[in-house]
């Protein structure tokens, strides 16, 4: 089932970048609205849903934006709320970015816990790869791929060319691992990047307590004294294994883990559950957004290919043109449905075959014929019909008229030899004799036509 947070909790720290003090409120919410996160600190709060498409920048983290609005450094944020299975939570922040805390998701993990998880009543979509999704970047010796997994599993490798960082691995086979094995661990960067980050006065928040840094190098000790200075500590110094000021690693792989932690929390965004064995070799935020992007376009694709109704030939059909006949009172040549193929208490898929021999092709352009934009949305709405009065005792007593037709759209022309497809959805429950639906056609599995129809049933005046 889905899950939110059974209550509200708050938690606050220092934006790494801007250096101001960020106040944030995790609200459960409610089925279906994912993660959204609200800046309260401008005039008129604006909403910024956790997707994938919506990363602008990850230059210094992830960065979503909407209309120019902007939310910062959320990946670790991102990685505690999956780890935990949040599906649905609204995050209000007074600020640009989210709290860096000590580098690592642990902080949301215990704010988390605390608020308590709540079951939802509605379940969750849970989407198959039907293939391997594979990205590579050959300049930064990225490689990326999801292999269809029965769980949820990532396998990264690390590898900086560096003597005090060597080549690392970390694994997490077990979601439920995550708040032990993965949270704790903390970001990292080597001197010369955080030099370069001071210079140009990016890391305003920056503290030695929110992130490992690598020595690659000699340095000085005036050097050590300025970096001191900047970070208001009484003395900095380095380890004998390269790490500045004696910070004591959780685990001996923690950089490579908190890569785990960036990958999991990057492609949170990518909005759809779905179990893959994820193995990432040299990621970064950029790449796994990318990867991110790939992986949601896919799973988009799928979901389009099984909206396509299926056309068995050899099949008995529900109705055939005698049993429509007995529903409908139309008759040729505006009779435009041959057969049900499908029919539920929710939907109904029905088939028109488009002959050189129809009435209408004598004077809509004849000497290229296709099929009028009204007649296709007819034959879809007398599909319709079908569905509405199968709902209803004696059919035969009953006819529908169609009271309106909204956002109609003819993506390819219908011509002689053309089978349609039809299949309509309800949008909503019949109620008081009102039926209102979304259909679309197909033909050879492409989309030709679609549109939203709310049709009333009235009975027979005798």
Do not use: W
């Not at 000085?220 to 294994?241: G, T």
């Not at 007649?375 to 509405?388: K, V």
């Amino acid at each position: 089932m889905q899950r939110t947070l059974k209550t509200e909790i708050e938690l606050s720290g220092i934006g790494l970048h801007t250096g101001l003090e960020v106040k944030v409120k995790f609200k459960p919410a409610a089925e279906d609205q994912g993660i959204i996160f609200l800046r309260t600190d401008l005039e008129e709060p604006v909403k910024i849903p956790a997707d994938v498409d919506l990363v602008t920048d990850t230059s210094r983290g992830t960065t979503l934006e909407v209309k120019g609005v902007k939310i910062g450094t959320i990946e670790h944020m991102m990685a505690a709320a999956y780890g935990m299975g949040i599906d649905n939570m609204t995050v209000e922040v007074n600020a640009p970015e989210m709290p860096i805390l000590d580098g690592s998701s642990r902080f949301y993990i215990e704010a988390f816990e605390k608020a308590g998880i709540a079951m939802q009543s509605k379940a969750r979509t849970l989407h198959k790869l039907a293939a391997p999704i594979v990205y590579s970047d050959p300049k930064k010796g990225v490689e990326y791929i999801a292999l269809p997994s029965e769980t949820n599993r990532f396998s990264v490798m690390i590898d900086y060319g560096s003597k005090v960082l060597d080549t690392q691995n970390a694994n997490l086979n077990q979601v439920e691992d995550f708040a032990k094995e993965i949270a704790p661990c903390r970001t990292f960067v080597f001197l010369h990047e955080l030099e370069h980050l001071i210079e140009h006065n990016l890391i305003k928040g920056g503290d030695l307590d929110n992130a490992i840094v690598f020595v690659n190098r000699m340095v000085s000790r005036e050097e050590l004294d300025r970096l001191s200075q900047f970070f208001n500590k009484p003395r900095v110094d380095v380890m004998q294994e390269g790490i500045l000021n004696n910070v004591e690693l959780h685990f001996q792989n923690e950089p490579a883990r908190h890569k785990l932690l960036d990958v999991i929390g990057d492609l949170a965004l990518v909005g759809y559950k779905y179990n893959a064995h994820i193995i990432a070799t040299r990621p970064g935020h950029a790449s796994n957004v990318e990867f991110g992007r790939k992986i949601k376009a896919s799973i988009r694709r799928e979901i389009k290919q099984s909206e396509i109704p299926t056309l068995d030939l050899n099949k008995k059909p529900l109705y055939d043109i005698n049993d429509i006949k007995k529903m409908l009172p139309h008759r040729p040549p505006f009779l435009l449905v041959d057969k049900i193929l499908e029919m539920s208490e929710t939907y109904v898929v029905g088939l028109k075959n488009v002959t050189m021999n129809e009435g209408f092709f004598v004077g809509h352009f004849p000497d290229e014929p296709v099929m009028p934009a009204v007649l296709q949305i007819e034959s879809m709405a007398q599909c319709g019909g079908i569905l509405a009065l199968a709902n209803t005792p004696d059919p035969e007593n009953y006819v529908t008229y169609f009271l309106k037709i909204e956002n109609a759209k003819f993506r390819q022309k219908v011509v002689p030899g053309d089978t349609l497809v039809f299949r309509l959805d309800l949008i909503s429950p019949i109620r008081r004799g009102l039926c209102n639906m979304a259909g679309k056609a197909y033909v050879g599995g492409q989309v030709v036509m679609e549109a939203e129809m709310l049709a009333q049933i009235v009975k027979n005046k005798q």
